[in-house]
């Protein structure tokens, strides 16, 4: 099955950059089309289709693509198009079963196939609903689908022509997943692929999103991740022994990350505050990297953060 990931990404990449490009590359049936003003020169694997171009550039193709005069002032508004770029780039992946966003600075990837393929889009159209990766099926009628009702006082127009973010992408009210529940099209949430650890506590804890788009916390157990052979893996540490499973993809959110590892590497741990050289992971290892801090100023920020959203009221609703 071949995939397309579509990835605008305005700004300079973080340091790890070279990881997530090497976690990417052992994907051969998955192409990554990448749009951006970071010229710095990288070690591009084979699956990656470079496109230099500004902000402003790639507004402007957005822009001949509709009869009505669109915002996107600045990267914050990238994510709302997001599930549109089957629509927008449809020349670009006319060859392709699938296509899908990601998040670029914040996220190491696994198996796509192990997780993504034929009989995965049996049974849906569109998989998973966050942000940092989902993955459509690439069909002219799928592609047209954010135009749809919203179910809320705003339609597609309203949020492409506003210069605030209504998190389209996502779980908001009115955004693209809330869409296909109120049409009943056919989503996989696929929470079990999907290592998406929260920002809000420095050890990792994992975030699922229930059948009523709601984000929970299923486990506090100790863990940490590997990258390993082309693959992700969880370890976690319950009731005393290591328990292992594989994912598609880890996302680690708002997390300043310190590289211990040659940036060639494809193979090594992911703790809570960086990269570190991989070892066999035991209790003890798990243990090492896996301590809950009481203080943790990036939840403080996040706080913060609502507070603001919440007394300018700037949502665009």
Known sequence: MKIAFLCPYFGTFPKHIQLWLNSCATN???????????????????????????LNELKNFF?????????????????DYKPLYGYLFEDLIKDYD???????????????????NEKV?????KLMVRGHMTIFKNTPEVNKRFMADTGEKFNYKDIFSSEHFFNFEEIAKGSISWIYINNKWKMDLLNDAVADVSGLFYDFRRSCVSEKLEYYRPSKVPSIYARENGKIYGYFLENGK????????????????????????????IV??????????????????????????????????????KCTKNNGR
């Open 28 to 54: 051969k049936d998955t192409t990554y089309f990448l749009f951006t003003d970071d010229k710095q020169k990288l070690n591009y694997p084979d699956n990656f289709v470079v496109k230099y171009m500004t």
């Open 272 to 309: 809570p505050n960086g990269f570190e050289p991989y070892t066999e992971v035991t209790a003890d290892v798990i243990k090492q990297y896996a301590k809950k801090k009481l203080f943790y100023p990036v939840f403080w920020e996040e706080v913060k953060k609502s507070i603001v959203r």
């Open 63 to 79: 822009q001949s693509k509709f009869n009505f005069e669109i915002s996107l002032s600045g990267v914050y508004k990238l994510g």
């Open 242 to 269: 290591v328990i292992k499973r594989e994912y598609l993809y880890l996302h680690f959110k708002r997390r300043k990350m310190e590289i211990n590892v040659p940036l060639d590497s494809d193979q090594y741990l």
């Open 98 to 116: 699938a296509w899908g966003y990601l998040d670029v600075p914040d996220e190491i990837c696994g198996d796509v196939s192990a997780f993504v």
């Open 121 to 125: 889009f049996l049974k849906a159209d």
